[in-house]
């Protein structure tokens, strides 16, 4: 019977992991294992310096605009490159894009969010699946809102990417069962550069006063949760809200 798996000699695939959560999760999933970390426009030195430090065996680096086909299979070709197996998946990758109404929505618009926020993380789970299949206890994490759990106005079509994401977790893991296990993670309000461009500080200040715990979570709270979830064996289709109580199911 597996109860858990370990955590080390895992090779682990990390979107996005430059900044936020991605880096984050990249320095906190670092100890005894290997890393590939993506990175898009953001240089990733820093990140993969972090994990180094925090006892990665070995740090890749791979860039690529996944917000794209063929930009997610340039990343794959890079990871098959360095890796003949994979033990998991992050895909991290998401942004807001651009604040909208409903009465304001454009196709051209639509369309970039779902392919960031979702096509993403779909192409990158066929494409690694079977790099997962050669894996021990392998899994995938994805990360989702707490923008599809409830209606965030301006921000909706992400919500609805995200949403999109939290079904089709439950799809793959029905599908890759038994052998992947496929679960997400719903952060509420972290402080990364996620909010810098489309969240003002006033905003930022109210989200802290509407949320039980009294404060904005951090990045390293995301990370704990996306370790849980790799490590855990009796968890699948699971989408694990972390958000200090702003939404409650
Ligand atoms: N922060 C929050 O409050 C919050 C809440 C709910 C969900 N989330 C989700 O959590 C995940 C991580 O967000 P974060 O807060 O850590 O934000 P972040 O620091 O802005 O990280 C997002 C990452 O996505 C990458 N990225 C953006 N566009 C890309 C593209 N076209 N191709 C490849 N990579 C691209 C960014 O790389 P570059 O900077 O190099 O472009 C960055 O590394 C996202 O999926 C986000 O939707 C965040």
């Known amino acids: 019977m597996q109860r858990a798996c370990s955590m080390m000699n895992k090779t682990i695939l990390i979107t996005g992991a430059s900044t936020g959560i991605g880096a984050a999760a ?83 618009v639509m369309e970039r969010i779902f392919a960031l926020n979702t096509f993403s993380a779909m192409m990158l789970t066929q494409r690694c699946a079977p790099l997962l299949r050669k894996g021990t206890s392998p899994s995938i994490v994805n990360l989702t809102s707490i923008a599809a759990r409830h209606g965030a106005p301006t921000a909706t079509i ?27 993670v719903a952060p509420g309000v972290i402080v990364t550069p996620f909010h810098d461009k489309y969240t003002p500080a006033e905003r930022m200040r109210a989200f802290e006063a509407e949320t039980p715990v009294g404060f904005n979570g951090a990045p390293e709270h995301i990370a704990t949760a996306i370790a849980f979830l790799i490590e855990n064996t009796f968890t699948t289709g699971e989408t694990i809200d972390v958000n200090g109580g702003l939404f409650m199911r």
């Open 158 to 184: 992400y919500g609805a990417a995200k949403a999109a994401l939290d079904s089709f977790t439950r799809g793959a893991a029905r599908e890759l069962a038994p052998v992947i296990r496929v679960n997400a």
């Open 26 to 108: 990249a320095k906190h999933l670092a100890p005894g294992n290997t890393l590939i970390l993506h990175h898009h426009r953001t240089p990733i030195t820093a990140a993969a310096e972090a994990a180094k430090a925090a006892g990665a065996r070995v740090v890749y680096t791979a860039q690529a605009d996944l917000a794209t086909e063929a930009g997610c299979q340039s990343l794959m070709d890079a990871v098959e490159a360095c890796a003949n197996h994979l033990d998991a998946l992050v895909n991290n990758v998401g942004a807001l894009l651009e604040r909208h109404t409903v009465d304001t929505l454009q196709w051209e």
